[in-house]
């Protein structure tokens, strides 16, 4: 049997991806982004440690609605109270289907002496067709005075399935009206009218009563409320209310629904607050090729050019101006930063070596290339031109290749903070894309 009190995983790992996302993503993160994301994903782990997988429904109604007697005939249990003169629950009593719910109960303040579980009775629903439901029968609304307003603000935000059990007699108390349907005026799916007692009504009065209840609910603006009429002494229509109950088994708990709509808008304050992706940034070609411009790798392949047809010297690599470097720099700055945030950008510039170290791992790079292999062509290669431009374009391209190559290499080494920080961004950025509510199934 499935334990519906555990939390649902996608939940639970979608909320711990975020508050690890908030702790990574904080150094880059406006302040009070920063507090109301953390706000909220508290909030949320209150949602999911009362159990996201109940679904909650509560029986209320007034002394004498005969409240209790059909809490005991929907569970087969004989456990909330019934009297024989006035009636009434002064306690709440809870029974639940697939679990104890007991995160949930202690909330909601109901005493482990008046928990049951749906498994325990011998009638009632069939095995597993509840599963997730937890019965709460509410205390008489019009019976207690302290403490009543406090229960009822603990049930209301969590409760899927609200059943108005009416007495014939009683059905149009205002304060029932004040303290329930106003609350879930917008919630029709929510809510279900019990004419109990039915028994005690011919057909014609209980015709009569169900044409004024749905008077007094379009009066309240839930005309598509759902009237049910029962008898918990003959049984009348307690199998529709448990369809009803089995129906509400099956969706997705208010609690669940709105933990999801509680992710989402971190999500979107999160990439608000981050900022725009990173753009392609350095390319690592055009940046090597920039760099050996600035050491001279031009002058050089020159030189091995004269050195194969006359013999002379190979030139050294030049040490470029300052302001050379400093410009480069500046481009890889700015490649590596355009439209990203202030934040961002000074994490970036933080993140690129100084213009003076880039200056000498291009040196660097350059300098280790072998260069004693090349010596004047030979007296037949001079003889022949096109063998002789062939030794040339051979020994230039291989040099300027290798040079390439190394100072790519070195573009790599230089740019891989840099992008390890918009690597950050950009991960975090695709996370927080993914809406919670899309990746989440109805249950």
Not at 104 to 118: C, E, F, I, N, P
Not at 184 to 194: P, S
Request: glycine share 8%.
């Amino acid at each position: 049997m499935a334990d519906h009190a555990q939390h649902d995983e996608r939940e639970v790992a979608r909320r711990r991806q975020l508050l690890e996302i908030v702790d990574t993503m904080t150094p880059w993160l406006p302040a009070d982004v920063v507090a109301g994301a953390r706000r909220d994903l508290e909030a949320v782990g209150r949602r999911l440690d009362l159990g996201i997988g109940h679904r909650l429904v509560a029986l209320v109604g007034g002394t004498g609605s005969g409240k209790s007697s059909l809490f005991n005939a929907i569970t087969g249990l004989e456990v909330a109270d019934v009297g024989t003169v006035r009636p009434t629950t002064a306690e709440p009593t809870a029974c639940a289907w697939g679990s104890d719910a007991a995160p949930l109960l202690d909330h909601l303040g109901v005493s482990a002496q008046r928990r049951y579980r749906g498994e325990a009775a011998l009638t009632g629903p069939e095995p597993g067709q509840l599963d997730g439901v937890v019965l709460l029968d509410v205390p008489d609304h019009d019976s207690i005075a302290e403490g009543h307003r406090a229960q009822v603000d603990a049930l209301l935000p969590l409760v899927d399935l609200l059943v108005w059990v009416l007495d014939p007699q009683k059905y149009a108390d205002n304060r029932l009206h004040t303290e329930y349907l106003a609350a879930l005026a917008g919630r029709q799916e929510a809510m279900v009218a019990v004419v109990n007692q039915a028994d005690k009504l011919t057909s014609e009065g209980l015709a009569e009563l169900r044409l004024d209840i749905a008077r007094l609910l379009v009066e309240e603006d839930l005309g598509k409320v759902e009237i049910l009429a029962t008898s918990a002494r003959t049984g009348e229509g307690i199998e529709a209310v448990r369809e009803t109950l089995r129906r509400v088994s099956l969706r997705s708990s208010v609690n669940r629904i709105a933990v999801w709509d509680q992710l989402d808008p971190v999500s979107r304050a999160l990439l608000a607050g981050l900022g725009p992706a990173p753009q392609p940034g350095v390319d690592d070609d055009a940046a090597a090729t920039r760099l050996a411009e600035a050491v001279g790798v031009g002058a050089v392949a020159d030189s091995i050019v004269a050195a194969v047809r006359r013999g002379s010297g190979v030139t050294e690599i030049r040490e470029a101006p300052p302001a050379r470097w400093e410009a480069i720099r500046a481009e890889w700055l700015d490649a590596q930063a355009a439209g990203l945030t202030r934040a961002w950008r000074t994490s970036i510039d933080r993140s690129i070596p100084s213009a003076r170290e880039i200056g000498e791992a291009a040196a660097a790079a350059v300098r280790q290339i072998r260069l004693g292999g090349i010596a004047r062509a030979g007296v037949l290669t001079r003889m022949r031109p096109a063998a002789l431009e062939r030794e040339v374009e051979s020994q230039r391209s291989a040099y300027e290749e290798a040079a390439l190559a190394a100072l790519r290499t070195t573009v790599g080494q230089l740019l891989a903070p840099s992008r390890e920080v918009r690597d950050l961004l950009t991960q975090a950025l695709e996370a927080l894309r993914v809406r919670h509510r899309e990746v989440s199934t109805s249950r």
